[in-house]
């Protein structure tokens, strides 16, 4: 049996959106129990549901509350207590679609992290034209990486992709660049391609090689890696794109009668390619490197999009992805303390 | 009459596209005259064209050739002798398909940089959903900055669409960030945001705050600022996305007799679609912060993108640019010397 504690407070849309989808993830995971966490008069009618525990919980982080208020101030907020249900081994999966900054902080100051990794890191897929999805980190939270933190992000990557595809083959990691030479990139990304190389002549990495923009939806790697503040700006930006491409039809097929009876024609058509592309079927990202599974949905997920994100939580929890990331961690420990010793002397240098 | 040099050699398609190009130029521009640099056997044609003077250049700068070959090894490539028509006042500005890293260098060497500046910067548009257009820059050339060198991208981003948009309201100026909030962001871009919002107090800009990548195609303000790496991620996922989006509407329509059919009666509306968003019609990114104008060309553009690289150019040159950049630089320059003052301290102080 796998447990998932959600946090069903979370997110812009709240209860209205958690408890939906938790209604249908329990429809279609027979071996699965929610510990649903919330103010007890939201989640009254869940009291005595097969395969329920509700937990209460007094407070809510809201989505713009400051980390400190949501870490100090707030110590009876659903987040919290899901993240808890983790850290006492009540529940294998914490998942929240509240404010990610609040959300890392109380999972870091719970959890803490795994010993080798200095910082945790968040992981999302995005999807490939060719049809699979890259998995890329960090997408926010680190934004000054140093080499030995993106070293610690590719094997984290390569853990989670292993977990939630088990007996494939081993995951490619690209690094992010702005062009394929090795020659290109800012110190700090010369220096992180020594290390993955190193890596991945070590096997402890199947590492590509730098990879730009482009290289994310072309599905040129499996897990593309990169520092939370270029990360985050590529996936807003690609969001961006999306956005202005799918209101432009919109906006063309309305244009006149003529053009409305072509989206009638049209409509099947579209709607598979959105399908296709649905970046709800994405939503889900992992907090990689922690003592315990957090899966943070986006804010304003829909209960279909907030499903994906219970599923992931699920597979994640249910191949172990957790032992899966201590045991790359283990196995590259020397790499990972090699490289924090090769920073440290480079900086004491300066 | 404003005279462009044009390197006809550069990019993938060398003069089949430049030529084709410059053709519809001449016929569109009767106030412009072109000096055509290139190998001469393939300039023949156009020795006696009335408004065209062919200059000849013995080498070509390939698209995959190092920066130090480029400068140091080929001193006859089209790029170089094209670029050396601004130095020596002959043509207003220059345009070129080639190697960016090679234009970059070689037009920092000839041409150097206005006094105030550190660093170049390439500026170019991006399309946003309501229609127009969001300067962003630095797209690359610059892949490790400080907080002085975005404060001179931004107040040369505003010289450069001041230039392009006379008359227009004082363009608004964003700071490419992973939040609006203030406490976003790493170490430098707090720093610039600081600086930014000074010189906005001062006068100096019309600095709007934070942005997020999205807001880049939503068209919040006229110019984001960014450093090279960051803009330059952005700019190659967005075209992953794009290329993905328009590759999976053919697909969906060539799948089967009916959604073929779907495809001709959609068609008008796709087409005024692609038009909109037309990549093409983005052509022509401004090298700023030289003695002199250059623009630079997508190296992969069809002869109708190499028109809009030119027509920009010409705009650019008749609009006075370079004067523009040179004045607003002058006006900015206590605070641009104050800015490097606080860092040069701030770095003495480590």
């Known amino acids: 049996m796998i447990t998932l504690a959600v946090d069903c407070m979370g997110g812009d849309h709240g209860p209205r959106v958690t408890l939906e989808a938790c209604e249908k993830f329990l429809a279609t995971h027979a071996d699965a129990q929610l510990l649903l966490v919330g103010k007890s ?35 009876d907020s659903s987040m919290r207590v899901a993240i808890q249900q983790v850290k006492d081994g009540k529940a294998d999966v914490a998942v929240s679609a509240g ?8 999972a870091r100051y719970l959890l803490k992290t795994i010993e080798g990794i200095d910082r945790p890191a968040i992981a999302s897929q995005m999807p490939q034209e060719k049809g699979g999805a890259t998995t890329v980190l960090d997408l926010g939270a680190n934004v000054d990486c140093q080499p030995e933190h993106l070293l610690q992000f590719a094997v984290m990557g390569a853990a989670l992709v292993s977990a939630l595809q088990p007996g494939g083959p081993e995951p490619s990691v690209g690094l992010l660049n702005i062009g394929e030479e ?15 190389r190193s890596a991945g ?27 939370g503040f270029v990360g985050n700006v590529a996936l807003k930006a690609s969001e961006g794109v999306a956005g202005m491409i ?32 649905d970046h709800r079927r994405y939503n889900g990202a992992a907090l990689l490197g922690l003592r315990g599974l957090v899966f943070k949905s986006h804010g304003s997920a829909d209960a279909r999009a907030y499903e994906h994100a219970l599923n992931r939580a699920y597979d994640a929890a249910r191949n172990q992805l957790l ?13 990972l303390a090699a490289a924090t010793t090769t920073a440290s002397a480079a900086e004491a240098l300066l």
Not at 203 to 225: M, Q, R
Not at 246 to 269: C, D, Q, S, W
Request: hydrophobic share 50%; aromatic share 6%.
């Open 201 to 227: 002549q070590a096997g402890a990495l199947n590492f590509y090689g730098n990879v730009e923009g482009n290289d994310i939806y072309k599905g040129t790697v499996d897990i593309v890696v990169c520092d």
């Open 182 to 196: 090795a020659i290109k990139g800012n110190e700090t990304i010369k220096r992180t391609a020594e290390l993955l």
């Open 246 to 277: 799918v209101g432009g039809l919109k906006h063309e097929f309305k244009r006149n009668i003529f053009t409305k009876m072509a989206a009638i024609v049209a409509y099947p058509v579209l709607k598979a390619l959105m399908a296709r592309m």
């Open 41 to 75: 008069e939201v989640l009254a009618p869940w009291v005595s549901r097969p395969r329920v525990t509700v937990i209460e919980a007094s407070e809510v982080v809201a989505m713009d509350d400051p980390i400190e208020i949501a870490l100090r101030k707030k110590k």
């Open 323 to 335: 032992d899966k990331v201590r045991g790359r961690i283990v196995a590259a420990a020397p790499l």
């Open 99 to 106: 404010n990610t900054g609040a959300l890392m902080a109380i």
